[in-house]
Nanobody, 126 residues
Framework: QVQLVESGGNSVQAGGSLRLSCQAF????????MAWFRQAPGKEREGVAF???????TSADAVKGRFTTSRDSAKNSLYLLMNNLTPEDTGTYYC????????????????????WGRGTQVTVSS
């Protein structure tokens, strides 16, 4: 059974850093396309960072240069390193995964991903 469990969310001041973790169960992180999304109160869920099965990663324009996603196959985990946080980064962060298929290796459409975690809260104060 596929399961994703996020952790690492916290309250930090602007300019600080956090590292989020996503523990995967039921599949290996290197075999699925995976991603991080976030959702602020009253807003739609948006894609933040994405990683291919070959380890290639990319991030959304809003966080480019500040957020980086990576994985550790030995721990079967996905990570999101967030630097220079701003209050606009506040929200619930979700880990997502989907098996490879046709049509690219990432999407900012939440429906593209088959599996989701329950999220971890990040709060950035000014």
């Amino acid at each position: 059974q596929v399961q994703l469990v996020e952790s690492g969310g916290n309250s930090v001041q602007a300019g600080g850093s956090l590292r989020l973790s996503c523990q995967a169960f039921g599949f290996t992180v290197s075999s699925y396309y995976m991603a991080w999304f976030r959702q602020a109160p009253g807003k739609e869920r948006e894609g933040v960072a994405f990683i291919h099965t070959n380890g290639l990663g990319t991030s959304a324009d809003a966080v480019k240069g500040r957020f980086t996603t990576s994985r550790d196959s030995a721990k079967n985990s996905l990570y999101l390193l967030m630097n220079n946080l701003t209050p606009e980064d506040t929200g619930t962060y979700y880990c997502a995964a989907t098996p490879p298929g046709t049509g690219g290796w990432y999407s900012e459409n939440v429906r593209w991903y088959q599996y989701w975690g329950r999220g971890t809260q990040v709060t950035v104060s000014s």
